[in-house]
């Protein structure tokens, strides 16, 4: 699952965006499995992503979901699409746009970091 | 062959102290005589979920309640499309000879049986545990998201979305049994609350409390049977973040495999049964099943060609947007609206002769898609 070098992911508490790319087929995706839902293979390594994509879309939530995201509220919700070739969820500048170029920064929140993406030369 | 023989329906709204129980009970009662049936004579048992009341076996604990002995029962979780998938299944096992009637039932006590910040939280859920709801993300918000892409893509504006509301206030408006009753304008949509850009409060369904149930049977028993003559599914996805496109679902191929199956196109069709979650939830679905062209669904809601007098009426009770969403019960509702319709049983909000009715429901993020064809018997 790994390349040998430690790969950093904010789902588990690290500064970085990974993502999985299968030996075997070539596809690549996010939400981290065992093997690769297109073809079934089992050679699927975890890569770091450069934290560098476009906008594909954006929401300004204002209406959180818990007290302890009301005081960052409102914030820009969207989907990234990142150069690797995958799509994540993750915060945004609030002037972002769709088609955007931006570029994952962090913000901590109840420990985790949360990665925000912000606007940057094409 | 199955028929849809009797329909339950409580009001939506606030029912303090009454359970998801309670509420699955009414409706369930309703529908059995609806049908001119016994409790004795229910053979089969299909129920959704509640999130007010999680549990393992909810199908036999709603027997138990309430006096059944059914020779087949389970639940099913497919979120906003449950209903529709347990009358597609319930369809399938009277078919089968697994059993005679069928009872399908839900009923949550979903806004007075929790915290609204518990119901926001218990439904963002549906979204990935480690990579979505970790980031604030609510229902509205994928749907925002869905939202904005689409505005991108089609021109589609927000006061297009706005006429959908204005529409099912306007039909809701003549249901005594709908939560929320007042007309509204365009205007009062766009300066409602924000919620998660595009979309204002009200672009977005209530939380109801509130319970719905049918009965599908094999045989014509009665003269308000209604014949399911199509059935399709379609899924593309969970999380939106891994849907294969933001702007094109499971809605058409769910569908054309129901219209196949009832020999159908959109032309044969007489009412609409579309869900209708939050605005972008039913331009999406009303444009990607043909009904209208893209960024086309608000004109012909502004026009008139969805209301009552319309070439293709479109939920009459008002849908999840004014008569209310309590759940699975809430998309069930649009089901017994159709089947009274059908029936001509709907008073003053009677459509002229719909005879065929095309039933869609969604669940998740447009993940999940369940269409059905129903067809009076006359």
């Known amino acids: ?122 | 062959m199955s028929w849809i023989t009797g329909t339950g329906l409580t009001p939506f709204g606030k029912h303090p102290g009454r359970s998801t129980l309670d509420l699955m009970s009414s409706a369930a009662a309703a529908a059995i005589a609806d049908a001119g049936l016994e409790r004795r004579d229910i053979d089969g048992l299909l129920t959704g979920y509640s999130t007010t009341f999680p549990h393992l076996m909810l199908s036999t604990v709603f027997a138990e309640h309430f006096g059944l002995s059914p020779r087949y029962a389970h639940a099913i979780q497919l979120g906003g499309a449950t209903g529709f998938a347990m009358v597609m299944l319930a369809h399938h096992l009277v078919e089968a000879h697994l059993a005679d009637h069928v009872l399908v039932v839900a009923g949550e006590n979903r806004l007075t049986g929790q915290t609204r910040d518990a119901a926001v939280q218990a439904l963002a859920q549906v979204g990935h545990p480690r990579y979505e709801v970790p980031l604030g993300a609510t229902i509205p918000a994928y749907y925002g998201l869905v939202a904005t892409r689409y505005m991108h893509e089609f021109g589609v504006t927000e006061a297009d979305f706005a006429e959908l509301s204005v529409l099912m206030r306007g039909h809701a408006s003549e249901h005594p049994d709908a939560q929320f009753r007042e007309p509204i304008t365009v205007a009062d949509v766009l300066a409602s609350k924000p919620v998660a850009s595009p979309l204002k409060l009200l672009d977005c369904c209530p939380v109801s409390d509130g319970g719905a149930a049918f009965v599908v049977s094999r045989e014509r028993i009665n003269d308000i049977a209604v014949r399911i003559v199509g059935t399709g599914q379609a899924h593309t996805h969970q999380h939106i973040s891994a849907a294969p496109s933001l702007t094109h679902f499971g809605a058409a191929a769910s569908a054309s495999t129901a219209l196949d199956a009832a020999g159908s196109t959109l032309d044969d069709i007489g009412y609409l049964a579309i869900y209708d979650s939050f605005t972008i939830t039913i331009t999406i679905l009303l444009e990607e099943l043909g009904l209208a062209p893209r960024a086309g669904a608000a004109e012909i809601a502004r026009t008139g060609g969805f209301s009552r007098g319309g070439a293709k009426p479109l939920n009459t009770h008002g849908g999840l947007l004014s008569y209310g969403h309590c759940g699975v019960g809430g998309a069930m509702a649009h089901l017994v609206e159709a089947h009274r319709q059908l029936t001509g049983r709907c008073g003053p909000r009677q459509v002229t002769d719909p005879r065929r009715a095309l039933l869609h429901g969604d669940g998740g993020v447009l993940s999940s898609h369940v269409s059905l064809v129903i067809e009076s018997a006359a």
Not at chain 1, 16 to 42: E, K, M, N, P
Not at chain 1, 107 to 120: A, G, Q, Y
């Open chain 1, 1 to 122: 699952m790994s390349n040998g070098d430690e790969i950093l992911d904010w789902s588990t508490g690290s500064e970085g965006i990974a993502y999985q790319r299968c030996d075997d087929c070539g596809h690549v995706w996010y939400l981290t499995r065992a093997f690769c839902a297109t073809c079934g293979s089992l050679a699927v390594r975890q890569h770091q992503a450069a934290g560098l994509g476009r906008v594909a879309t954006t929401t300004l939530v204002s209406r959180p979901p818990s007290e302890k995201w009301k005081e960052y509220a409102p914030y820009s919700l969207a989907l990234i699409d990142a150069d690797e070739g995958f799509r994540l969820m993750a915060h945004v500048e609030r002037d972002a746009r769709i088609g955007d170029r931006v570029r994952a920064r962090y913000l901590s929140f109840e420990d985790t970091p949360i990665p925000v993406f912000m606007c940057t030369d094409p």
